[in-house]
């Protein structure tokens, strides 16, 4: 009877019947054999508690029933009602030789090799690409341009006086002088200082795939099988 935890725990304290179904006594203890439940331990009122195997028990109405009788569970080898120490391989010998039980064998490991290869893990690291300055400069350069500039030009005039003019014109010799100020322009050059551009350092992040030649190795596995001995598919 394959049993799991709660069902483990609900055993103890449960009545225990024979094959025919007539009481036992009450179950004290569950014990294991290779990891797995498989006998319990039975208080009958004696000095001692009887062992009783689980592999053929069933569980019937709330009361496990064992496929024995009565006779077989109370004759069969014993423990003391307060030792919990775990069956050693004596006890557990004698308990299948006298419920005439086929002890379950351990199946065997089998020899075997593991084939093992490596595998490539390609990955990515950032490290330092060099360092990008922007840094201004004064550069010097020859401008060549023009600018239109004004002066004063002087000329003589001369206007005969008529016959009809020359009673209002005062006659008189003498020196005399008349002054002209004359006005010229010059070319003046003045630098001012104006904002004409940002300019800033940007990044853009630019994937490409880049080629890796790597070897890795794996193992194989040869079987060498003598002709008579080899399976026929």
Known sequence: MQLNEQQVRSLYGQDLQDQSGSKIGTVRQ?????????WVSV??????????????????KGKLKVAYDQADVRSAPSVEPDNDTPLNAEQT???????RMQPKQTPQAREELIRSEERLRVGTESQPAGKA?????????????TVPVEHDEVYVEREPITASD???????IGEAQQEMQLRAERPVVAKDSVPVERVRLAKNEVVEDQPIDEQVRHEEIEANIPEPSRRRR
């Open 93 to 99: 010998t004698q308990l299948y030789a006298h419920y």
């Open 30 to 38: 569950v014990w294991a054999t290779a990891g797995h439940p498989a």
């Open 166 to 172: 020359a009673g209002n014109v005062r006659a008189g």
């Open 43 to 60: 208080q009958t009122g004696g000095g001692r508690d009887p062992m009783a195997p689980l592999s053929n028990a069933q569980m019937q």
């Open 133 to 145: 300055v922007l840094r201004k400069n004064v550069v010097t350069e020859n401008v060549h341009t």
